[in-house]
């Protein structure tokens, strides 16, 4: 009966070891879907921001005669190209870094650098990130107070 368990050292109820080479191959397989995955995204992402700037150049490049306003179809295909940009550019650089490239992960974060300032650079309609000043006047309740008047409010 010992001899029987020296030859026969695994036990029933304990599950076997797992095996070294299926780890190295489903982080192999994760390694491949992600380094897919951030190509396609990155060179898609750098491809819309010449399209960013095609779409400016679209709108308000005029040689003679006065400048094009921009329609609200011009403002929408802005926001839906320079989203898609910023959007690709992250999945690409999130992917690098979840797949552990070094490389990519410096490319994609100046990708993403310049993408946002195409985006923001190249914004149909061009005014659209411009903050308007407040509006400093009155109410229609003021009522002034004069100097010396002694009908002032607090005093």
Request: net charge negative; charged share 20%.
């Amino acid at each position: 009966m010992a001899e029987a368990r020296l030859d026969d050292d695994r036990d029933p109820a304990r599950p076997a070891p797992p095996d070294p080479g299926a780890h190295a191959v489903r982080d192999r397989r994760r390694s491949d879907r992600a380094r897919v995955v951030e190509v396609v995204a990155l060179l898609g992402g750098a491809a819309l921001i010449p399209v960013l700037f095609w779409q400016y150049l679209d709108v308000y490049l005029a040689f003679f005669g006065e400048q094009n306003v921009a329609s609200p179809a011009d403002g929408t295909r802005y926001v839906v190209t320079a989203t898609a940009c910023v959007a690709l550019l992250l999945v690409g650089t999130g992917a690098a870094i979840i797949g552990e490239h070094t490389r990519a992960v410096v490319a994609g974060t100046a990708l993403l650098a310049v993408g946002l300032v195409a985006a923001v650079l190249f914004a149909v309609p061009s005014d659209r990130f411009a903050v308007d000043p407040p509006d400093n006047r009155p109410g229609p309740d003021y009522v002034p107070c004069y100097s010396g008047s002694g009908d002032c409010p607090g005093g």
